[in-house]
């Protein structure tokens, strides 16, 4: 069994001026190789919790945080905001539901990849972006790095922002709803670039989503989280096969129904 | 009669002004939705879905083709009886951040869509709004709240509740659940299955599970044409288009599933089994 790359340990968030506490006393590991998915309702603090984990808590309006965040073997406080952003493009990287839309609109998808590489890897070189395109499953690497990003659509984007993810070597991929919103197709499609991300680069991942069905697929281990508690987490296949919280139960059954009327299909 | 009877109807984009080359979003699409009808739109992105309905609402001039409601072609009306129609078309956008005014309080957004009615007063409209709040099953307190101090799910009930306050025959719904989590989903379900009980309904999305639970008949949409339509039930078990098995297949099972995955190239676990405990 492999050992663990991300330990978060009594994690404690306070958000905004009414200072709500939005996660509470949350406890997880992640191992390295590892798809490890956190599913639960909005509201649940699971996009609040990933934000933490990279020091984005002074932009995201955090009052308050305590608990420690362990990355490969060195302890920082989760209040730590600073040391916490150090970990960003340093062995973590993250990606959203619309990644790219927090880019800059008026450069070319070339230029906003080598300067990344160059603040990450001090690797300014266009074959490095090119090969990373490749990778993400471009087959004209060219053309996407002459485009800007509005050229180019949701799905093509959403690729964009692995490849500038994966632009730092990241030892863990946080992956915040990467797929919602996208049509199905192209969901299924970055999925399956996931898992070969995970296989080739030996990468983990910390797969949030809401969607039971991405996590049931995906993850080798999944959390359940509920009002900023961690409610139940186990084996992936264990856990559909036999929730042990009522809760994780109602979540499991209501994922089956909606897909009821497909059954026959 | 058909409710709405679309046909021949086509919508051309000039895509760019250098190239003049043009993109038809649309093409000689011909669709009917019967009085108290759910009709389910179901296409990826791109498909010209969102055009379609912001054609029949004449938010988008057609290029050709003609757009019947309750038997009036609606080419050629005058602005004014074009309004009087719209108001019994209720439509509820895509994304409900922008489709309510941030500045103004829910009830004045809601009841704003029967400013148009000369017969009710102020009181009267605001009555109407807060009945509407109701239906949608938000508290009449949140008809004094911005669109700021709410939560997107809240934001969404509200946007159906202004395209339901008119009472309209029928209602357009643009992806409204988009991103939802699976709980505010269904419980939006309930609003919107309540809200069409008696009215009928176009409603749109990229999502099959989502046609499949609301509507009586789907119509799928690829590349600006209905490539397939039919009862919910036959045909999401017999489909008959390529296109359609392709977006059938590709919807996740709810539970692990080795072949499912096998097919979309996505590896199981490459690790040995996991402790739970830890």
């Known amino acids: 069994m492999s050992e663990p790359i991300l330990v978060v340990h009594g994690l404690n968030l306070w958000l905004g001026r009414e200072r709500s506490h939005v996660v509470r006393e949350l406890d997880f590991s992640l191992r390295r190789g590892e798809i490890l998915g956190i599913a639960g309702e909005s509201g649940a603090g699971k996009s609040q919790t990933a934000a933490a984990l990279i020091g984005l808590g002074g932009i995201e309006n955090t009052a308050a945080a305590t608990g420690q965040i362990t990355f490969a073997g060195d302890t920082i406080e989760a209040g730590d905001f600073n040391r916490l952003a150090g970990l960003r493009g340093r ?33 300014r070189t266009v074959d490095r972006a090119r090969e990373l395109l490749l990778e993400v499953g471009f087959t004209e690497p060219d053309r996407i790095l002459a485009s800007f990003s509005h050229e180019l659509s949701g799905g093509m984007r959403q690729r964009v922002a692995f490849a500038l993810a ?13 797929t919602t919103a996208l049509d199905l197709r192209l969901q299924a499609s970055l999925m399956a670039l996931m898992s070969r991300l995970r296989e080739s680069r030996g990468m983990s991942i910390l797969l949030i989503t809401h969607d039971l069905a991405v996590i049931a697929q995906m993850a080798d281990r999944a959390l359940i989280m509920r009002e900023g508690r961690l409610v139940e987490s186990g084996p992936t296949d264990q856990l559909f096969a036999d929730p042990g919280d009522p809760y994780t139960r109602r979540l499991i059954e209501q994922n089956r129904s909606r897909r009821g009327s497909l059954a026959a299909a | 009669m058909p409710l709405l009877e679309v046909s021949g109807l086509t919508v051309t984009f000039q895509a760019s002004r250098r190239t003049e080359s043009s993109v038809t979003a649309v093409a000689d699409l011909d669709l009917e939705i019967e009085a108290g009808e759910v009709v389910a739109l179901v296409g990826e992105s791109g498909s010209g879905k969102t055009t379609l309905a912001r054609s029949i609402v004449r938010l988008i001039e057609p290029t050709s083709g003609t757009i019947r409601f309750d038997g009036v072609d609606l ?133 099959l599970c989502l046609a499949a639970n609301v509507a009586d008949r789907i119509a799928v949409m690829e590349q600006g044409r209905i490539i397939e339509e039919g009862p919910a039930v036959e045909l999401l078990s017999r489909p008959a288009h390529p296109h359609t098995r392709a977006l059938i297949e590709a919807i996740p099972p709810a539970d692990p599933d080795s072949t499912w995955r096998d097919r979309h190239g996505i590896a199981s676990s490459v690790q040995p089994p996991f402790d739970a405990a830890t």
């Open chain 2, 75 to 207: 080419n050629g009306l005058k602005a004014r009886e074009l309004a009087a129609l719209r108001s019994r078309i209720g439509f509820v956008m895509q994304d409900s951040v922008t489709a309510l005014n941030p500045r103004r309080v829910l009830l004045s957004s809601i009841s704003s869509p029967l400013e148009s009615k000369r017969s009710l007063g102020r009181s009267q409209r605001e009555e109407l709004a807060a009945k509407s709040l109701e239906r949608v099953g938000l508290p009449v307190t949140f008809g004094g709240k911005r669109p700021g101090e709410i939560s997107g799910g809240q934001r969404q009930r509200a946007a159906i509740a202004r395209a339901i306050v008119t009472e309209p025959d029928l209602l357009i719904c643009d992806e409204p659940l988009a991103g939802l989590d699976l709980m505010t989903e269904s419980r939006m379900l309930e609003v919107l299955k309540e809200a069409t009980r008696e009215t009928a309904c176009l409603f749109i999305t990229h999502d």
């Open chain 1, 91 to 123: 062995g973590i990287s993250m990606v959203t539901q619309e990644s790219m839309a927090s880019l800059t609109p008026v450069r070319r998808i070339g230029d906003l990849l080598t300067e990344t590489l160059e603040r990450v890897a001090s690797d």
């Open chain 1, 166 to 178: 994966l632009a730092a070597e990241p030892q863990v991929l946080i992956a915040d709803e990467p």
